[in-house]
């Protein structure tokens, strides 16, 4: 156990990691965005992506890797730029979907047309890994992040590897619970037009949170 941290630091990492982990953002937005307009399965390939791009900053964290990131102006610029124009391109999406069927049954008794083809899971997935692996700003929340809970006077990289790989297993456990249960209430209680809201509303979130992300700093 000494490749660990401490009881005690480690009981704060999961409750500090544990409200991080709920605090809505773009992760959230977007499996809600699969859960409304997929189903389930396709927003937990989502929710994997998400969670490996995490994996992939926090191991990066740990070697040492993100230190060059945060260092450099140039990278983290580029970098978040092409996260936001992703963030802004799949809202773009999600919102013209929403509208073009809202469009299509707005006339009285208009036609609806059949719904809209399930994503496969396999793009569902790349869509999760690309929004964190895009966004610099996760790969500074890990080193800055986790040293805060590692004890000096034990071995760095394994204590780093295990808080992150603990943090990305919260993750994917809360994003999974949560798609089931947007997907619950949208078969219970969402109408059609009400989902087409709630999705375009998620787009616009999204949109606005690559907004966010590209004129950010570090």
Known sequence: MGYLPPVPQLLAFLVVAGLLTITPGADMALVMRHALGSGRRQ?????????????????????????VLAQ????????????????????????????SRTVGV????????????????????AQGLLTNLLNPKVAVFYLTFLPQFVAPDRPVLPQSVFLA???????????????????????????DRVKRRIEAATGAVLIGLGV???????
């Open 43 to 67: 927003a937990f390939f989502a929710s994997l992506g998400i969670c490996l791009g995490c994996l992939v900053w926090g191991t990066a964290s740990a070697l040492g890797v993100a230190v």
């Open 72 to 99: 450099s102006a140039l990278a983290f610029s580029i970098l978040k730029y092409v996260g936001g124009a992703y963030l802004v391109y799949l809202g773009a999406r999600a919102l013209h979907g929403a509208i």
């Open 106 to 125: 707005a006339a009285p008794g208009g036609p609806e047309g059949p719904p809209p083809r399930p994503m496969p899971p396999w793009a569902c997935f």
């Open 165 to 191: 790989t603990t943090h990305v297993l919260m993750g994917l456990v809360w994003l999974t619970l949560y798609a089931r249960f947007i997907d619950r209430m949208a078969a219970v209680l969402l109408t």
């Open 212 to 218: 966010r992300l590209a004129l950010a700093r570090r």
